[in-house]
């Protein structure tokens, strides 16, 4: 399954990274710092 998390804040990067574990996750964010920060590879 494909999933957009909006915001990656205390909430929205918990879920993204839970949610990632057996689908394909997107992640998108206003600061792209967070973005780089949390880029997993």
């Known amino acids: 399954m ?3 998390v909006i915001g ?3 909430v929205g ?3 993204a990274i ?3 574990q057996h ?3 997107t992640a998108v964010d206003i600061i792209p710092e ?3 920060m949390n880029r997993m590879s």
């Open 23 to 25: 689908n394909e996750v």
């Open 18 to 20: 839970l949610l990632a």
């Open 13 to 15: 990067l918990a879920n």
């Open 2 to 4: 494909k999933i957009t």
């Open 8 to 10: 990656l804040g205390y």
């Open 34 to 36: 967070k973005i780089e």
